[in-house]
């Protein structure tokens, strides 16, 4: 395992230590392995990697994953990476979301109180945050070619089977918590998937080889 520890927030690096080294899950492991051969094949020509990832409505799955795979790729010094999100429409990033990454050590400040907030993430001290708000995926904050689109919802990857700029497209999608929305399990959920989606970014990145 990579040791970073001096570089993300601690409380990041606890969550990280308790992810498995690997997935017991065959089938997501199937899933995963393309992502890995693209990312490994970018560093090997030492390309910029920029991933893009795609959910409805740009409020949950897809901002999870971009913000824990940007810190990941910090964490295992993976070069050249850069994490971006969005959806086939705009809403507004899901303050449930939000905390739930403030919970696992990410210092998130909202620097716009509106309908589509706007939020400065970071993950270390000495890092650039990231800059989340709901957008489409085809907005002018991500890329418009030389990217992966990475289809976090089934419901987006059906309703986009085109992206256009995207050299290719993985999906690896995931159960949307918006589902608990409102119940006694909501916090409970949201932890759940952002863990699950950390833990397999943890898995794909670790698996890049950077010699």
Not at 80 to 101: H, I, R
Request: glycine share 4%; with cysteine; charged share 25%.
């Amino acid at each position: 395992m990579a040791d970073n520890s001096n570089e993300l927030f601690p409380d990041i690096i606890r969550e990280i230590s308790k992810f498995p080294e690997e997935t017991s899950n065959e089938e997501r492991r199937e899933i995963l392995q393309p992502l890995i051969d693209y990312i490994q094949t970018k560093v090997a020509a030492k390309q910029e990697i920029r991933l893009n990832f795609i959910c409805t409505h740009n409020s949950r799955r897809s901002h999870l994953s971009q913000i824990w795979a940007q810190a990941l790729a910090s964490y295992f010094k993976v070069p050249q990476v850069v994490c971006y999100s969005g959806g086939t429409e705009a809403t507004a990033l899901f303050p449930m979301a939000a905390k739930t990454l403030e919970r696992s050590g990410f210092l998130i400040e909202k620097l716009s109180d509106t309908k589509n907030p706007v939020y400065s993430i970071k993950f270390s001290a000495n890092e650039h945050p990231i800059i989340g708000f709901s957008k489409t995926f085809d907005h002018s904050f991500n890329p418009k070619k030389d990217f992966a689109a990475i289809m976090t919802c089934s419901q987006a990857d059906a309703g986009c089977p085109f992206i256009p700029g995207a050299e290719k497209r993985f999906p690896v999608t995931y159960e949307d918590p918006k589902a608990f929305d409102g119940t006694p399990q909501q916090e409970e959920k949201y932890q759940e998937r952002s863990l699950q989606i950390a833990s397999e970014l943890f898995y794909v990145f670790s698996k890049i080889n950077l010699r």
